[in-house]
């Protein structure tokens, strides 16, 4: 038997196609007439299934016998004889879902009822459907009502949606990644792509071979790099710096679209003002930064390229996880309305997401400032740091963690332990035990993406509906939800199925979901369609006007700082290292599922540092090494030493926990969204 569904992995949201014989998947490929994947799946989408099999999986509710001994006096007496009649294996018991559900419904009503509503927290990921998301904010808000959600785009592309509403009023691609095909030229920036979204470097490394020039900007040379016509390695902290002097370029040399500008836009004359009286828009500042001279010449040559072709931009992680990366994301905006590469075909922004819903869960309005389809909530609460500090100060006591692993993928591990040691009770859906699962008090196995029906949305904000591909018994989250929901006596969530929620969603999202029916999506389940949908999809946003209240673009100017590497560079004064982290292409975030296939586990069990051969000597009587930077350190990890970096500069994946990857980075964060700095952090090699 053949199932269409949906991949599991990241935000290029591939259409699958699973063989599956007596309820287990034997194989999974990809049909040519998909949409998104044209026939095409990259290593975890191909290989990466086991998780769903594995006998890893968290199969039943699990609570810590420690917390029913801490709390055994004041239980209710039902309650308590329902889990004493449970024997404790290995410090937990595993009673039935009602039970559970009981117990943390009884122990939330107690906190918030010591110490209000607002001592309650929950933090989503984006591995769940938009059923599931809409409902853990639906929860948060309505049932508990406590403002305190947010999900893992604070460790991604928050700064992209604060970025892109800021200057067009919409902070979503513009362009379906099949417009690949109809673009002249492509700058990717802070986007290792074929490691982090291979299928859409696919796409583009063949647009390249039709014709089209590409422009790759990151702080080492990558595999991408070799495809391009102009190859920028630029300093640790640069983006804005480069990004504005584009812009400069353009403006000096007159390459902006004049009646674009004028009929699309507002604030430009000021902009223009601004960038040409600021001394690090011009691209001749790089001809002092030594190493990096070349950028003095190749800068404006993209620039021409740019604003002279059909232009695309696409970025990832690499210009959102920077103390500046809002500002980032608004200067690529800029660029694109002042050449008029937005709004036509082949021309836009495809900021590439990293899990397969990040797009949908913001959506949903799982954010601390955005109710569902991004209107203003009632209260604004805390982004997950704040969340951490209140953890800490004693104001938050209960968190509900859903298939985020914050004891392992954010900043300052040492912090975070602190805090989550600081609450008094802790729930946490999940299919693995991982680091978070160690802190719960209560632990709900959930079932997987591949078990599940439900509406994932892609980077492109294509939505695909998923359908099970084998079946089990475990809840799906949103049922656990609801289940709390129902123990707590509220009328808040009461839902047979997941349909009868996106029915809601429809209604409650109806500026991009109204007119996506389940009916619509099942007969789309390989093309998918992209919001916003009413009687037909919307493949490219902004053809006429823009999402914002006056329909124009607002040019905004944010000036570079000089700091950090680029510093150090001018004054010769280089002391430690600079490190970065990302992905490699067979793990995914903290490897909960990748590394239950062992297809993928053998061909990457640790995280690796790369060094430069630049700095070969520095490490040349070492066996391992330990990066310390202020925060923390890692622990002892091998190194390779390669000719990609450039001197200085050092980088690793975090996909296993053992390495402590996320202890070095610290609470330097994107000054508007905070979200983390995993991209840049001094460290000293030990």
């Given amino acids: 038997m053949q199932l269409d569904s949906v991949c599991a992995y990241c935000g290029v949201g591939c259409d699958i196609t699973a063989t599956v014989q007596e309820n287990e998947i034997k194989s999974i490929t990809a049909k040519k007439e998909g949409t998104v994947s044209e026939g095409q799946l990259c290593i975890k ?23 029913i001994d801490k709390n055994e006096l004041f239980l209710p007496k039902a309650l308590k004889s329902a889990l004493l009649a449970y024997h404790d294996k290995d410090g937990y018991i ?19 009822s010591m110490h209000s509503n607002f001592s309650f927290a929950a933090i ?10 809409y409902l853990l904010q639906k929860f948060t808000r309505k049932v508990i009502n406590s403002p305190h959600i947010d999900n893992c785009a604070r460790v991604c592309h928050a700064p992209t949606l604060k970025g892109m509403r800021s200057i ?3 902070g979503a691609a513009t362009n379906p990644f099949s417009d690949i095909k109809k673009t002249e030229f492509m700058i990717v920036i802070g986007s290792n792509t074929t490691e982090a979204h291979p299928i859409v470097a696919n796409k583009v490394i063949s647009q390249v071979k039709n014709g089209a020039s ?38 000096t040399e007159e390459l902006y679209n004049y009646s674009f500008i004028e009929e699309r836009s507002s604030g430009f004359e000021s902009y223009k003002e601004e960038i040409l009286s600021d001394p690090y828009a011009n691209p001749n500042f790089f001809t002092q930064v030594p190493g990096y001279e070349y950028l003095a010449q190749m ?5 021409r390229e740019y604003a002279s072709k059909k232009s695309l931009i696409l970025w990832g992680l690499g210009i959102t996880e920077h103390l500046d990366g809002s500002y980032a994301a608004a200067s690529i905006c800029n660029l694109a309305v002042m050449t008029g590469n937005i709004g036509k075909e082949g021309a836009g922004l495809m900021p590439l997401r990293g899990q397969n819903n990040v797009q949908g869960t913001c959506d949903m309005g799982c954010l601390p400032y955005y109710d569902p389809d991004y209107e203003q909530p009632l209260i604004e609460g805390l982004k997950t740091p704040d969340m951490l500090d209140a953890m800490l100060r004693g104001e938050i006591k209960a968190l509900f963690n859903m298939g985020e692993d914050i004891a392992h993928i954010h900043t300052n591990q040492t912090k975070i332990q602190k805090a989550l040691n600081a609450l008094d009770f802790i729930v946490v859906n999940e299919l693995f035990e991982n680091e978070i699962t160690k802190y719960a008090d209560i632990v709900f196995g959930v079932k997987s993406a591949y078990e599940k029906s439900g509406v994932y949305v892609n980077a492109e904000r294509r939505m695909h ?20 929901s129902k123990a707590l006596e509220s009328d808040k969530l009461d839902y047979h199925d997941s349909s009868e929620i996106w029915s809601e969603v429809q209604v409650k999202v109806p500026k991009r979901f109204s007119g996506a029916s389940y009916e619509k999506l099942e007969k789309n389940r390989i093309q998918g369609l992209q919001w916003p949908v009413f009687e037909d999809e919307t493949p490219i946003l902004h053809l006429e006007s823009f999402r914002t209240k006056d329909g124009l673009a607002h040019f905004r100017y944010k000036k570079w700082v000089l700091r950090g590497m680029v510093n150090e560079l001018l004054q010769d004064k280089r002391t430690d290292f600079y490190l970065t982290s990302g992905r490699v292409i067979e793990h995914y975030n903290n490897a909960a599922q990748t590394k239950e296939s062992e297809k993928l586990l053998k061909r990457h069990r640790e995280d690796v540092v790369l060094v430069s051969s630049e700095d070969a000597d520095f490490f040349a009587d070492k066996e391992t090494i330990t990066l310390r930077s202020r925060y923390g350190k890692s622990n002892p990890l091998k190194f390779k030493v390669t000719k990609n970096i450039k001197k200085g500069t050092l980088f690793v994946s975090f996909h ?29 090699v030990e």
């Fill in 214 to 251: 590409l422009a790759v900007v990151d702080v080492r040379d990558i595999t991408l790099s070799k495809k391009a016509a102009y190859n920028c390695v630029i300093p640790h902290e640069a983006n804005l710096l480069f990004l504005n002097m584009l812009a400069y370029t353009i403006i």
């Fill in 465 to 484: 509906l998923s359908q099970p591909l084998i079946s089990n018994d475990l809840p799906d989250d949103w049922e656990v939800i609801q289940g709390i």
């Fill in 656 to 684: 296993h926990a053992k390495s402590h990857i996320n202890f070095v980075f610290g609470d330097e964060a994107d000054e508007l969204t905070k979200t983390a700095r995993f991209k840049s952090v001094k460290v000293r």
């Fill in 299 to 303: 800068i404006p040559q993209i620039a």
């Fill in 168 to 170: 067009i009023g919409e």
């Fill in 45 to 67: 989408g191909k290989y990466g299934f086991d998780f769903a099999q594995s006998p890893n999986r968290l199969k039943k509710a699990r609570i810590k016998k420690s917390f």
């Fill in 94 to 112: 595993y009673p039935s879902l009602e039970t559970a559900y009981q117990l943390t419904a009884w122990k939330l009503r107690q906190i918030t």
């Fill in 124 to 133: 989503g990921g984006a591995r769940g459907n938009c059923e599931s998301s």
